[in-house]
């Protein structure tokens, strides 16, 4: 996999996780079953560093991604974009080191 694309879904990951943390329900939620959430301040100091490996073009449309979906990397089976749900072109091949956007809904993909 692309170094620049495992980058992308590890501060996807931490994106979601500092959502989570934020979100007032689920952070109550979350402390009521034994979660500490004093640590969100490390989550946006991790996500600020991994920010910092990622080529600033990809960050750029990873960032507007992310404002209009909930998530902006999203798996690939059978060539099948699992956001959207378009069969993708032969083109797009599992292995290739190619970081590839999904052609309908234009998400970063990856292939499971």
Request: aromatic share 8%.
């Amino acid at each position: 996999m692309n170094p620049q694309l495992e980058s992308l879904i590890m501060l996807q990951d931490l994106d979601l996780m500092i959502h989570e943390m934020s979100d007032k329900k689920t952070a109550s939620q979350m402390t009521r079953i034994g979660f500490e959430l004093n640590r969100v301040q490390d989550l946006h100091d991790a996500r600020d560093d991994l920010a910092k490996k990622i080529e600033p073009d990809f960050l750029a449309v990873y960032d507007r991604l992310m404002k209009r979906y909930q998530r902006a990397i999203v798996p690939v089976r059978n060539n099948v974009c699992l956001a959207c749900f378009i069969k993708l072109p032969t083109k797009y091949v599992a292995g290739d080191p190619t970081i590839r956007w999904c052609n309908n809904c234009n998400r970063f993909l990856y292939f499971i």
